[in-house]
């Protein structure tokens, strides 16, 4: 989720890796404007799925099994 926040606070005019990713969209019409948005949108997610299991297995470690409900 912290990566995702950061990817749109670019569209906000803010600090964020979305900014890789408008850099490719404001190219649109060029040859690699989709090879662009692609590798800069993965660039994002590939590290953000182990930031958050990472995340969730914290949480499962350290809250109670009452409480997840």
């Known amino acids: 989720m912290l990566m995702g926040i950061e990817a749109i606070a670019a569209f906000a005019s803010g600090p964020g890796l979305g ?16 090879n662009e948005v692609l590798s800069r949108t993965l660039g994002i997610v590939v590290p953000a799925l182990p930031f958050d299991a ?16």
């Open 54 to 69: 990472g995340y969730v297995l914290i949480g499962r470690l350290t809250i109670s099994r009452g409480t997840r409900g």
């Open 19 to 34: 900014n890789q990713i408008f850099r490719g969209l404001s190219s649109l019409g060029s040859a690699n404007t989709l």
